[in-house]
């Protein structure tokens, strides 16, 4: 069974930057297709950046340019790094592993992953 742990979220500044992990144990991390998606208050999970087994990446539109996703399979982590952060970033970050095994795509849709973290709140202030 997949686990995810993410961390590295907090409160910053706009303008400021901060880089956010997540550990996966249970799977062949290598693998999979890794995404980060987040979800603000009162708002519904969106797709934030993805990340294939061999380093394809997608972005949504409104990080593109600031956000750069990666991983580190020796690790068996992914990360994001977030640059010239908003306040409407202000959301808890969850990453998600997807359901296919050996796929070379980003799905932007959250019913393609099938294990999640339990989020790391990132709080952007103006």
């Known amino acids: 069974q997949v686990q995810l742990v993410e961390s590295g979220g907090g409160l910053v500044q706009a303008g400021d930057s901060l880089r956010i992990s997540c550990v996966a144990s249970g799977r062949t991390f290598a693998s999979y297709t890794m995404c980060w998606f987040r979800q603000a208050p009162g708002k519904e999970r969106e797709f934030v950046a993805g990340i294939t087994r061999s380093g394809g990446t997608d972005y949504a539109d409104s990080v593109k340019g600031r956000f750069t996703v990666s991983r580190d399979n020796a690790k068996n982590t992914v990360y994001l790094q977030m640059n010239s952060l908003k306040p409407e970033d202000t959301a808890v970050y969850y990453c998600?592993?997807?359901?296919?095994?050996?796929?070379?795509?980003?799905?932007?849709?959250?019913?393609?992953?099938?294990?999640w973290g339990e989020g790391t709140q990132v709080t952007v202030s103006s």
């Open positions: 998600a592993t997807a359901r296919t095994y050996n796929s070379e795509y980003v799905a932007r849709l959250s019913v393609s992953y099938n294990a």
